[in-house]
């Protein structure tokens, strides 16, 4: 079986038991996560989230990307979200390469350097502290009081501030 078909079986236990259909849009703790795509990270149980509870933005190495940004802002602006926490993790691919390695690697592959950059980073701490000072100072970002940055550790599942 397929992981898609497995996902569809548990689709439809789950939604026998359904019981989120009054959970409104706007997150209940007017919280907004950014965080890796890592399959290690659950922020749900990380943070003992329920449905409702929070925006969770991922991206590979929870990078504050324009797209981050553009999240972020539809967040504040319409679904009144005041916190932000930006979460990247030890262990993270991003650590691995260069840009620049990873380029060189796709355009030998296929014939063509991708117009984006991979974002990789070498200082898990620093990543996250641009992270929160790109938040910070976007003037888009209306809220920035509450603008926090975190490592969470594979190792320990513990989260630790930056």
Not at 14 to 31: E, T
Not at 125 to 142: L, M, Q
Request: charged letters at 25%; hydrophobic letters at 40%; glycine letters at 6%.
């Amino acid at each position: 079986m397929s992981a898609t078909s497995q996902l569809l079986h548990h689709n439809q236990s789950y939604a026998a038991d359904f019981d989120y259909a009054s959970v409104g849009a706007p997150p209940r703790l007017k919280l907004a996560i950014v965080t890796c795509m890592d399959a290690r990270i659950d922020p749900a149980r990380a943070f003992g989230l329920e449905p409702g509870d929070a925006h969770v933005i991922r991206n590979a190495g929870g990078v504050v990307t324009d797209d981050v940004i553009r999240s972020l802002t539809i967040s504040q602006h319409y679904l009144r979200t005041e916190e932000i926490l930006v979460v990247q993790h030890t262990q993270c691919g991003l650590l691995t390469f260069t840009d620049e390695a990873f380029a060189r690697e796709l355009e030998l592959e296929t014939g063509a350097r991708p117009p984006w950059q991979a974002l990789a980073f070498t200082d898990l701490e620093k990543s996250v502290r641009d992270g929160v000072n790109r938040i910070r100072t976007d003037p888009f970002i209306a809220r920035t009081g509450s603008v926090s940055g975190f490592v969470y550790e594979v190792e320990t599942g513990r989260v630790r501030p930056v």
